[in-house]
Nanobody, 115 residues
Framework: QVQLVESGGGLVQAGGSLRLSCAASRSIFSSGTVNWYRQAPGKPRELVAYITSGGTTTYAVSVKGRFTVTRDNARNTAYLQMNSLKPEDTAVYYC?????????WGQGTQVTVSS
């Protein structure tokens, strides 16, 4: 089992920035792909970005150029840097660790962007 703990959410004005963290409990973290999802009220969960074990990143069109996903395997932690935030970015953000088809989820962290 791997536990994931997210942090860094909060309330920010439009145009502001936040950095989310996703800390894993085991070093096997380094061999998995980290996915960042978000879910707004009344909407399905959507994939925002991911980073593979090799460091390859991919972003949803809605966040490309504003969000950056990174990882620090020495700290078993992934990050989602979110800049130029918009009200439509308001959601609960979840990190997910995919290790050869075994999926682990964090508890989620609320991000609220005010206009």
């Amino acid at each position: 089992q791997v536990q994931l703990v997210e942090s860094g959410g909060g309330l920010v004005q439009a145009g502001g920035s936040l950095r989310l963290s996703c800390a894993a409990s085991r070093s096997i973290f380094s061999s998995g792909t980290v996915n960042w999802y978000r879910q707004a009220p009344g909407k399905p969960r959507e994939l925002v970005a991911y980073i593979t074990s090799g460091g390859t990143t991919t972003y949803a069109v809605s966040v490309k150029g504003r969000f950056t996903v990174t990882r620090d395997n020495a700290r078993n932690t992934a990050y989602l840097q979110m800049n130029s935030l918009k009200p439509e970015d308001t959601a609960v953000y979840y990190c997910n660790l995919d290790i050869i088809g075994a999926y682990y989820w964090g508890q989620g962290t609320q991000v609220t962007v005010s206009s």
